[in-house]
């Protein structure tokens, strides 16, 4: 079955420090990748996006992705957090022989100044 | 650009009634999906339009249902609800061109209550 896995429910990051928010998949064919991130009482945001190409994506306020096709992971990071990056965070995947998309299960951040 | 907008963003129902939520896409965007996120089953996805058309389909029973207008706005309805509808429904827009790679653009969602 196809899955997409966030093995932490919450991750505690104190301001200026590197943050990592952990996503792996499971899938059969080329997955297509994303990063949303959700506000309280807000929709989700796009963040950013793996197609192809560089396994290393930039995306919005200073987020960026890796993607390892080795360990099926997509983790997205950051150099220096900051305590308005404190929301919950979704992976999700597309692959061509799904017809819907799957999202992870979230992933709280919290940014302690 | 306005983004995608959701009518009403709250709703208060009772069992056995029946709701619509409304969605209106970015400008341009032909395609839209509805999603339900609750506390226990995260987010799930319902049903894709693109140009009138169901393109796409989760795993929900025919209670939930859909449809698109030539202006590419979307509603959505349930029949005879329940109390596990309560959630906040979610719709998303996107160009439509390419189902699998395009960036989905979501609405502030509509929190649905079920008594």
């Known amino acids: 079955a196809q899955s997409v896995a966030q093995p932490e429910d919450q991750v505690n990051v104190a301001e200026g420090n590197p943050l990592t928010v952990k996503c792996t998949y499971s899938?059969?064919?080329?997955?297509?990748l994303f990063w949303y991130v959700q506000y309280p009482n807000r929709g989700l945001q796009f963040l950013l996006k793996?197609?192809?190409?560089?396994?290393l994506v930039k995306g919005s306020y200073g987020f960026e992705a890796e993607f390892n096709k080795s360990q099926t992971s997509f983790h997205l990071k950051k150099p220096s957090a900051l305590v308005s990056d404190s929301a919950l965070y979704f992976c999700?995947?597309?692959?061509?022989?799904?017809?819907?998309?799957?999202f992870g299960s979230g992933t709280r951040l919290s940014i302690r100044p | 650009k306005a983004g995608v907008t959701q009518t009403p963003r709250y709703l208060i129902k009772t069992r056995g009634q029946q709701v619509t939520l409304s969605c209106s896409p970015i400008?341009?965007?032909?395609?839209v999906s509805w999603y339900q996120q609750t506390p226990g089953q995260g987010l799930q996805f319902l049903f894709e339009?693109?140009?009138?058309?169901?393109?796409n389909k989760g795993n929900f029973p025919g209670r939930f249902s859909g449809r698109q207008f030539s202006n590419s706005r979307s509603e959505m309805n349930v029949s005879t609800l329940e109390l596990g509808d309560s959630a906040l429904y979610l719709c998303?827009?996107?160009?439509?061109?390419?189902?699998?790679?395009?960036?989905?653009?979501f609405g502030p969602g509509t929190r649905l209550t079920v008594l």
């Open positions: 998303a827009s996107s160009p439509g061109a390419d189902y699998l790679t395009d960036t989905q653009y």
């Open positions: 899938v059969s064919g080329n997955p297509y």
């Open positions: 793996y197609i192809t190409g560089d396994n």
């Open positions: 999700a995947v597309r692959i061509s022989s799904a017809s819907k998309i799957i």
């Open positions: 400008s341009g965007h032909r395609s």
């Open positions: 339009y693109f140009s009138e058309t169901q393109r």
